[in-house]
């Protein structure tokens, strides 16, 4: 893997995590969903890509 490629998925996942974060701030279960429905988008993109 490239470097190019390490840094956007470490941003990426960055962003992610503080979309997340700033759900549960305003209310502790929408983290919690939100953050479960990233992971399950990125399940699925990551399965349509192989």
Same mark, same amino acid.
């Given at each position: *893997? ?7 998925? #470490?941003? @990426? &996942?960055?962003? +992610? ?7 549960? *701030? ?7 969903? #939100?953050? @479960? &429905?990233?992971? +399950? ?10």
């Amino acid at each position: *893997m490239e470097v190019r490629a390490i840094v956007r998925d #470490v941003i @990426g &996942l960055a962003g +992610v995590v503080s979309i997340a974060a700033g759900a549960g *701030m305003v209310y502790l279960p929408a983290g919690f969903i #939100v953050g @479960g &429905l990233f992971a +399950v988008t990125g399940a699925i993109l990551t399965g349509r890509a192989r």
